[in-house]
């Protein structure tokens, strides 16, 4: 019994690293071409469902049980041409139960390579019919009492089939399948006599990529140069220059008027100075705080961040909320006193992290109570050559 089950063991195994160097292998030739046409290698795999009829028709059959009718497979293939091409695969058909004559349960399945032909006729759009005959190299297994006692045995076995495909793309295929299998006979103790059929579903996917056929080089005639004038000198002829006068320093579009960019800019409007541990605005920054005011309603694209400052005197954490109140104060006063739109400002404290000045003297101190206007601007102006 234990000699018996290495054997198989060993074969079945033999089997599927023969399968597995046979599908490496044949991907090697087409590496190099795939992305430039399709070429005649593919490979997939099946699932389905399978059926050992008539139902328990084994010699010793006493009592059918359930079957387990789950089967699968893979393959790789080769075709001669869009018609006609050969599959090599590895199958497991599933299991079939019964009980026989002795009261013993009986566990039987197939399993193997195939060989085989396969033949293709494309239908309208993207379907296809397909056929297929060959051999199947099977090994065949019962399991009575599920292990207790064992014996197997192997054979050819013929087998023909039928399907319709769908081709998702120019690769990618997918196949219902009907496989019909004979003689699936254990004859060492002439105890099995089966056939099979099978139904599924199979995806392959074929290599390469399809190419499109070559297109004629169109007839070119070669047309008749007439001149054209270019008055400005700007590289764009009269008869499509919508701007004829454009100074010979600007860079100009395709119908010769001048191109613009917007320019970005950033002004510092000067600031404001506080007295100590306050944020109220002294009457004589007013002054200041117009002229920034002035600005902008002038340039109504521009906006300005309000940023405020404060002496290195004192807890840091009270001295960035107390920048924070002037930037807050200023930015109000904007708002409010001169009315200009909330929108256009932003505010922000800086605490003692920015300084003017270092250190903690008293004009260190005096400078770095205040406020900074950083105006942002986005200007129209013209590329120059």
């Not at 087998?159 to 006979?185: H, M, P, S, V, W």
């Not at 970005?264 to 200041?288: M, P, Q, V």
Request: charged residues 20%; proline residues 4%; aromatic residues 10%.
């Amino acid at each position: 019994m234990h000699i018996w089950w290495s054997k198989i063991t060993m074969d079945v195994n033999m089997m599927k690293n023969t399968l597995k160097v046979v599908l490496l292998t044949s991907m090697l030739p087409f590496a190099a071409s795939a992305a430039q046409e399709l070429t005649p290698w593919y490979v997939g795999g099946g699932l389905g469902v399978n059926n050992y009829e008539p139902s328990c028709d084994q010699k010793t059959m006493k009592v059918c049980g359930e079957d387990d009718p789950y089967a699968w497979d893979v393959f790789g293939g080769y075709l001669f041409n869009e018609y006609v091409g050969i599959e090599l695969g590895y199958r497991d058909l599933g299991r079939a139960e019964w009980t026989d004559y002795s009261n013993k349960r009986n566990d039987v399945g197939a399993r193997g390579m195939s060989l085989g032909f396969v033949g293709f006729y494309p239908l309208a759009d993207k379907w296809s019919l397909s056929a297929e005959a060959g051999a199947f190299n099977y090994l065949i297994s019962n399991k009575k009492e599920y292990n207790t006692e064992y014996y197997s045995d192997s054979g050819i076995a013929p087998y023909l089939g039928a399907g319709i495909g769908y081709n998702f793309t120019d690769n990618l295929k997918l196949q219902a399948k009907y496989r019909r299998y004979e003689n699936l006979d254990e004859e060492k103790w002439n105890t099995l006599s089966m056939e099979s059929n099978y139904w599924g579903l199979e995806l392959s996917y074929r290599f390469g990529t399809s190419t499109p056929a070559p297109v004629a080089a169109p007839v070119v005639v070669a047309p008749v140069v007439v001149p054209l004038g270019d008055d400005d000198k700007d590289g764009v002829t009269n008869n499509i220059d919508k701007c004829p006068d454009t100074p010979s320093t600007h860079k100009v579009d395709a119908t010769g008027c001048s191109v613009y960019e917007n320019v970005t800019t950033k002004y510092d409007l000067g600031g404001i100075l506080f007295a100590n541990d306050s944020a109220e605005i002294r009457a004589g920054s007013f002054a200041d705080l117009e002229k920034l005011a002035d600005h902008l309603t002038k340039y109504p694209q521009h906006t300005v961040s309000v940023q405020g400052h404060a002496s290195n005197v004192g807890k840091a954490e009270y001295n960035m909320k107390l920048s924070e109140r002037r930037a807050v104060a200023v930015a109000s006063a904007l708002n409010k006193k001169y009315g200009i739109s909330i929108s256009r400002i932003s505010s922000v404290g800086y605490g003692v992290t920015k300084p003017v000045m270092q250190g903690s003297s008293a004009e260190a101190n005096r400078v770095n109570r205040r406020i900074e206007a950083i105006v942002t601007g986005t200007e129209k102006r013209v590329v120059l050559r």
